[in-house]
């Protein structure tokens, strides 16, 4: 089945540790995104890619990194200068983003707490 | 600046009855999407519905359906014959330069 898949689920960070969110699509979609959801509010965009080894920062990028090696990934790195990493962080892909706005789909999501 | 406002932060209905959420937006473009999502408990973000500002006609889908003011910059979802499996958070979003400008949300309870 085609989707997006987002590893772990929950993700326990310490202080100043590094921790990676996961993405995979197998949709052959050109674009993907990460964004962050806090409670009471909507979605805020952290990175997106339109292409291969090539990405920009949305709204909210301090603190987190990403890569776009191959067109299936887009890991999303939380470093230690994120002060509040607490959050919901979710994935999404759409064909390409200069093709008409096309419609953005999401993954299950992963949990990050901070011990 | 875009922006995306969605004013009931909760809305009830009684099982099999019709509810419409609201949301306004500003954007200064004229050609752009809009979108409704829903999540519900799991968490999955889920389409709805979308809408193209250029056609006129409002879209449909089964038992969801929009009515969009593009002059007033009003973009509402009809829930028509709610039903248990509606219960979720409903996220208006707007299209902008290939990115996703979103609401805050409204939380839908269904009584049954």
């Known amino acids: 089945d085609g989707g997006i898949t987002q590893s772990p689920k929950y993700l326990f960070r310490k202080e100043g540790q590094n921790v990676t969110l996961s993405c995979e699509q197998n949709?052959?979609?050109?674009?993907m995104y990460w964004y962050r959801q806090d409670p009471g509010q909507g979605l805020r965009l952290i990175y997106y890619s339109q292409i291969v080894n090539d990405f920009q920062k949305g709204d909210i990028a301090e603190g987190y990194s990403v890569s776009r090696e191959k067109k299936e990934s887009f890991p999303l790195t939380v470093t230690s200068a994120q002060k509040n990493p607490t959050a919901f962080y979710l994935c999404a892909s759409s064909i390409a983003p200069d093709q008409n706005r096309e419609t953005q789909y999401f993954g299950p999501g992963t949990r990050l707490l901070v011990l | 600046a875009q922006t995306v406002t969605q004013s009931q932060p909760e809305m009830s209905v009684q099982e099999a009855e019709t509810v419409t959420l609201s949301c306004t937006y500003d954007t200064s473009e004229s050609d752009y999407y809009l979108f409704w999502y829903k999540q519900p408990p799991s968490r999955q973000m889920i389409l709805v519905i979308r809408q193209e500002a250029y056609k006129q006609q409002n879209a449909t889908e089964n038992r969801f359906s929009v009515n969009f003011q593009k002059a007033a910059k009003s973009f509402s979802l009809k829930i028509s014959d709610s039903q248990l499996g509606d219960a979720a958070m409903y996220f208006c979003a707007l299209d902008s330069n290939y990115q996703l400008i979103w609401g805050a949300g409204t939380k839908l309870i269904i009584k049954p």
């Open positions: 949709l052959n979609h050109d674009a």
